[in-house]
């Protein structure tokens, strides 16, 4: 199979994306219609090592932001996921699942609380920006929503505070996990949170103003250069090894957060109304059907998982691989994969089943792998 883009208009380029070519990239995804890089080291092992050791700055500028104001802003946003976000004040960051009628997930974004009536979704890869319209019609409320022009840039891995530190002054530090700070950036104000989409710790800084995007990138390049700085992007095996799950490989609507230990940021008490509630409130009294579990299994490397591989036990499929590579920090192979409850705990022996038909003897583990 091809492993290529053909652009269009259609896919979206970042303010980013000029300095990213010049980079090296080797390759791009597309994530709500934006392109992602996917590929700067010569391979993911050499990035995750990096990323490990370092301090990467990473284009998520397709983590696009659904701005939600007006005085109905609050119920809307609250309509959409079993979080309780009553008591969220401005500077704090939320884990929201978004959910259907049938407790289906439909996003995860990290929700921004900008003020008492406005706030940010950023999002992953679905059009939530339609959902939110189209309930706000259907409901009559009184909010304004629009995809502002806000375009993050990461910077992950344990040299990145004392990168920004350098870049926006020492108050970068007292920015908690999870809570964001408003810095200045040639004379504008821009929102800078501790968070992002790996364990190595880090920030995402959410540009307001695509015009500034290559002076952000340049300014952090050059700051981290001392740092031994690289480009970077999401990487697989860290994201794995780490227990972060991905929309449209690991959660879909066909799956639910509690299938994923996401029950801590639902409130299925009946003190807040979402959709999904009745469905999701069943889920918890009878129990769910299957859960999330690591699988480690043997051979070399395994290939891109591309197609689910199916996870057996004997002659019967128990689960499928929906993300899966080699660790090198472990030398095993290691996926991720819903489990039937008959089979999900953890050291139960399985095998993986390449399209090919061969098997891979393997175990279920624990997450996060390391």
Not at 48 to 75: F, K, T
Not at 309 to 324: D, R
């Amino acid at each position: 199979m091809a492993d290529g883009l053909n652009m269009s208009r259609r896919i979206r380029r970042t303010p980013y994306t000029d300095r990213v070519e010049a980079a090296g990239v080797r390759g791009f995804s597309v994530v709500n219609h934006m392109l992602l890089p996917k590929a700067f080291q010569p391979s993911v092992e050499d990035d995750y090592w990096h990323l490990c050791d370092h301090v990467q700055m990473w284009d998520v500028s397709c983590q696009r932001q659904v701005e939600i104001e007006g005085p109905d802003a609050e119920q809307l946003v609250q309509w959409m996921t079993p979080r309780a976000i009553a008591k969220a004040k401005p500077g704090d960051c939320l884990y929201v699942p978004i959910t259907d009628t049938n407790g289906g997930i439909i996003n995860d974004p990290v929700l921004l609380k900008l003020t008492d009536d406005k706030f940010w979704l950023s999002i992953a890869d679905s059009d939530v920006l339609l959902y939110a319209k189209g309930l706000a019609i259907g409901a009559g409320l009184d909010v304004a929503i629009c995809e502002p022009d806000v375009s993050p840039l990461a910077v992950q891995g344990p040299k990145a505070e004392d990168l920004l530190a350098e870049l926006f002054g020492d108050g970068i530090r007292d920015v908690g996990f999870f809570k964001y700070g408003w810095f200045d950036f040639q004379g504008t104000p821009q929102l800078v949170a501790r968070s992002g989409y790996s364990r190595q710790g880090g920030f995402e800084i959410y540009l307001n103003g695509a015009r500034f995007g290559p002076a952000l990138w340049d300014a952090v390049w050059q700051a981290g250069e001392r740092h031994n700085i690289t480009p970077g992007c999401p990487n697989l095996i860290e994201r794995i090894e780490g227990g972060l799950f991905s929309y449209g490989n690991e959660m879909t609507r066909e799956t639910n957060p509690l299938e994923f230990g996401l029950g801590k940021f639902c409130t299925l008490d009946g003190s807040i109304d979402f959709i999904g509630r009745e469905a999701l409130q069943k889920v918890a009294r009878d129990g769910v059907a299957r859960e999330i579990r690591g699988v480690m299994f043997d051979g070399p490397a395994c290939p891109t998982c591309a197609i689910p591989w199916p996870v057996m036990v004997g002659a019967y499929q128990v689960g499928q691989i929906t993300s899966g590579i080699w660790s090198p920090r472990l030398q095993r192979n290691i996926g991720l994969s819903l489990i039937d409850r008959a089979h999900w705990d953890i050291g139960t022996p399985v095998e993986v089943q390449y399209h090919d038909g061969s098997r891979r003897a393997g175990a279920l583990s624990a997450l996060p792998f390391a």
